[in-house]
Nanobody
C-alpha cells in the first residue's frame, strides 16, 4: 500500500555531507519503524539507522556521531543526514518502513564518497 522513494544521493568528497530523503506515499504517522539500510557492491545489506514512531533512534556503530535519522510526519518523509562522509560510506542507501507485518522497501539511492 505504502510506497517509498529515496532521493538525495550523489557524489560527494570525503568529509562532505549529504541529506537523503525518503518520501512515503501516505502517512508515516502510524509506521512503527522507519529505517535506512545500505548495500555496497558485493556486500550484504546492512542496517544504518532506525527511528520509531515515538521518535527513538539508533545507529550502526560505524555511523554514530556522523549520521542522524529524523522524520517529518507532516511531510510523510524520513531523512538521513550524513556528515563527515568516508569512502567506506559508499553504497546504495535504502529506506524501509515497518508497520506490524507490513514491510516496504524503497528503490534505493546511490551515495558515492570519493575525491
Amino acid at each position: 500500500q505504502v510506497q517509498l522513494v529515496e532521493s538525495g544521493g550523489g557524489l560527494v568528497q570525503p568529509g562532505g555531507s549529504l541529506r537523503l530523503s525518503c518520501a512515503a506515499s501516505g502517512s508515516i504517522f502510524s509506521i512503527n519503524y522507519m529505517t535506512w539500510y545500505r548495500q555496497a557492491p558485493g556486500k550484504e545489506r546492512e542496517l544504518v539507522a532506525v527511528i520509531t514512531s515515538g521518535g527513538n533512534t539508533s545507529y550502526a556503530d560505524s555511523v554514530k556521531g556522523r549520521f542522524a535519522i529524523s522524520r517529518d510526519n507532516a511531510k510523510n518523509t524520513v531523512y538521513l543526514q550524513m556528515n563527515s562522509l568516508k569512502p567506506e560510506d559508499t553504497a546504495v542507501y535504502y529506506c524501509n518502513a515497518i508497520r506490524g507485518s507490513l514491510v516496504v522497501w524503497g528503490q534505493g539511492t546511490l551515495v558515492t564518497v570519493s575525491s
